[in-house]
């Protein structure tokens, strides 16, 4: 079975910092992999998505991530966080079209930006 | 263009009881996509429509169903409401039905039963 692990829960930076939030994924068959983010009170957002092409791929608000095959992993990245970017973020795999809109998430990381 | 509504915002039920909550997605979507988030289970997806038929189902029990309308509004039905449903629900909507399109979550359900 899929599952998704996204290695840290909480992720505290000072503004201006890297940031780089891990998720590692298992799964047989290829995959379609996304980024979510949650603001407080808030639905999801997609941040990005990987479905084929390029490894490298580059999201909204200067967010980008990496598909590595094999290592499994989709890790999200950003150069220089703002206290705007405090949430929580959701990697999540799909595989493929035969699932529909079904996504499998990760537990979550809470990334905390403070000034 | 409006965004994914979800009705009502805040719900609390008693065990036993029965709660329906209802999606109204982007204009044109017909897909629509609910998701339970708990706190220890993080977000499972429960079902998907498309053009009023399920298309997929989630590993749930029966008790939890849901419908969707000709104008691709949905509703989702939880039956004999048991302590561990308390959860935000929520629902996405995608103009195909397939992960390759957007899903637009709406702000969610948030049911607590006591």
């Known amino acids: 079975a899929q599952s998704v692990t996204q290695l840290d829960s909480q992720v505290p930076v000072f503004e201006e910092a890297p940031v780089e939030l891990r998720c590692n994924y298992s799964?047989?068959?290829?995959?379609?992999l996304f980024w979510y983010v949650q603001y407080p009170n808030q639905g999801l957002q997609l941040l990005l998505k990987?479905?084929?092409?390029?490894?490298l791929v580059k999201g909204i608000n200067g967010f980008e991530a990496e598909f590595n095959k094999s290592q499994t992993s989709f890790h999200l990245r950003k150069p220089s966080v703002h206290i705007s970017d405090t949430a929580e973020y959701f990697c999540?795999?799909?595989?493929?079209?035969?699932?529909?809109?079904?996504?499998?998430f990760g537990k979550g990381t809470t990334l905390s930006v403070s000034s | 263009k409006a965004g994914v509504t979800q009705t009502p915002r805040y719900l609390i039920k008693t065990r036993g009881q029965q709660v329906t909550l209802s999606c109204s997605p982007i204009?044109?979507?017909?897909?629509v996509s609910w998701y339970q988030q708990t706190p220890g289970q993080g977000l499972q997806f429960l079902f998907e429509?498309?053009?009023?038929?399920?298309?997929n189902k989630g590993n749930f029990p029966g008790r939890f169903s849901g419908r969707q309308f000709s104008n691709s509004r949905s509703e989702m039905n939880v039956s004999t409401l048991e302590l561990g449903d308390s959860a935000l629900y929520l629902c996405?909507?995608?103009?195909?039905?397939?992960?390759?399109?957007?899903?637009?979550f709406g702000e969610g359900s948030r049911l607590t039963v006591l």
């Open positions: 990987y479905l084929s092409g390029s490894t």
């Open positions: 204009s044109g979507h017909r897909s």
């Open positions: 429509y498309f053009s009023e038929t399920q298309r």
């Open positions: 996405a909507s995608s103009a195909t039905s397939g992960v390759t399109g957007e899903l637009f």
């Open positions: 999540a795999v799909s595989e493929g079209d035969q699932a529909g809109t079904a996504l499998i």
């Open positions: 799964s047989s068959v290829s995959v379609y």
